[in-house]
């Protein structure tokens, strides 16, 4: 397929969503329905609309094949639950993008790859934390109250940072820590091997693994079975210490999984 084919398509495509989008009556029959179907006078209670207007809508998206009727209910063809599907991952994308913008605003996105920018709605409950004048140490001093609970870590580390390295050693020497993977690049794995205590604390401590990736990394990730935290890099190359995402919930380490499988594969010999 061109270039131009694809271009053509998509504008064909988005000609779609745009008659679904521009309308609030299709769009909320459509998801009125998306998981289960409805007659008319549930339709006109849930949506306060006269059965006329509700009708009018309903024959629209018949037309187009996303609804059809059986016996005295409406639901929704398999185009239409496709769509629905997609729209609703549209809607959450804008409502997790808006909730954090000044984050996502802010920073460098390339070391996020598009696939896995495309489910930052799984991202939609994370808590946007940020230092502010009088508190400069804030995010910082949140992320390491929040390490400092779990038992497991993982780390995709993109700076060489003594301040974060000393944190995890007194974690791991109180025996809080149980067990510590890193991931880190050629660069920061030698600097971290020529540095006495870092070498003896980390590298050669039996619970913690060290994996080496070829290429500079620009995302911060922490994630356990308890929680992910995620920093980046300002647009200018320098690291952010002073905002961070943190998240709690099970959609939230689904992102960070895809994220960190992402980076797996830029492993040395795979």
């Known amino acids: 397929m061109t270039s131009n084919e694809i271009k053509e398509e998509l504008t064909e495509e988005f000609s779609g969503i745009k008659y679904i989008l521009t309308s609030s009556m299709r769009s909320k029959l459509l998801l009125t329905i998306y998981e289960n179907q409805k007659n008319l006078d549930e339709l006109r209670n849930e949506l306060k609309k006269p059965s006329a207007t509700i009708l009018h809508g309903l024959k629209e998206l018949e037309t187009i094949n996303l609804v059809k009727k059986v016996q005295k209910s409406y639901e929704l063809t398999s185009n239409g ?43 939609k409950e ?20 929040l390490i400092s609970k779990a038992k497991q870590l993982k780390i995709i ?15 791991l020497k109180n025996k809080k820590l149980e067990s510590l993977e890193l991931t880190v690049n050629n660069e920061i794995y030698t600097s971290i ?66 994220l960190a499988e992402y980076y797996k594969h830029e492993k040395i010999g795979e």
């Open 81 to 123: 639950f496709l769509l629905t599907t997609n729209m609703i991952k549209l809607i959450e994308n804008w409502y997790a993008i808006g909730k954090s913008k000044i984050f996502w605003n802010n920073h460098d996105l390339s070391g996020i790859p598009d696939e896995i920018l495309k489910d930052v709605y799984l991202l």
């Open 126 to 145: 994370a808590e946007y934390v940020y230092s502010t004048t009088s508190d400069l140490s804030n995010a910082f001093n949140t992320y390491i109250n």
């Open 157 to 171: 580390l993109p700076i060489y940072s003594e301040n974060h390295f000393k944190h995890l050693i007194k974690l």
């Open 193 to 258: 091997e020529n540095h006495d205590l870092f070498n003896k604390k980390l590298l050669k401590n039996k619970k913690v693994t060290v994996n080496c990736i070829d290429k500079k990394t620009q995302v911060f990730l922490t994630y356990c079975d308890e929680f992910i935290s995620l920093s980046l890099f300002f647009k200018d190359g320098h690291y952010d210490d002073s905002q961070i995402l943190i998240a709690k919930d099970e959609n939230a380490l689904k992102w960070a999984l895809q």
